[in-house]
């Protein structure tokens, strides 16, 4: 099934995150590997991609994602630390901004051109004005520094409906911790993908997610 195009990227984005709460952070990725490495993920059954804007040349390696999976997935930009960025990336085509930090002004540039957001926040200070600001989701970062414990602390204040994405460091391993604990997804960096890695590559490690994904689920129903 494909999005209709006059779906609201906040709501794309809330119903790829509930078919598979996936999210494929694709830093270095090289523009002339996007298509064959986005067609690979998506094969796999994750369908929200973002590239890094300190990759190489990232912004036609999203207009060329967006260009050929526009339909079957979410695309958009990572580390958008200006509002300046960010209508660059919906020029582009891109549908989602994804940033390390907590800058309303960047959440509300974001929703401003109807994209969706979901920003970098750590803290329970962070976490609510990323909200107040718009957020459609929370990029919980550097997720090294965030325990199971630390989300468990965190989902009995935030609002139930928002999203929780523990991001940094996540593991085909780590992921069932952090589900128990009441994370809602994951944003999958260097585990998922590398500069120079193959399309088959990235199939494979995206493989791993997504049964380990499916294993936690059948181990909580």
Known sequence: MTDAPDSAPTDTFARHLAARPLVAILRGLPPEDAVAIGEALVAEGITIIE????????????????????????????????????????DAGGALIVAPNTDRLVIRAAKAAGMAAAPGCLTPTECFAALEAGADALKLFPAEMASPAVVKALRAVLPRD?????????????????????????????????????????????RAFTAALAEEAEQGA
């Not at 890094?52 to 979410?74: E, F, M």
């Not at 593991?171 to 944003?187: C, E, H, L, T």
């Open 162 to 206: 928002v999203p929780l994405l523990p991001v940094g460091g996540i593991i085909p391993a780590s992921m069932a911790a952090y589900r128990a604990a009441g994370a809602d997804g994951f944003g999958l960096g260097s585990a998922l993908y590398a500069p120079g890695m193959s399309a088959a590559e990235v199939a494979t490690r995206a």
């Open 51 to 90: 590239v890094p804007l300190n990759s190489p040349d990232p912004l036609t390696s999203i207009a060329r994602l967006a260009a050929r999976l526009g339909g079957a997935a979410l695309i958009g930009a990572g580390t958008v630390l200006g509002t300046g960025d960010v209508a660059r990336v919906a």
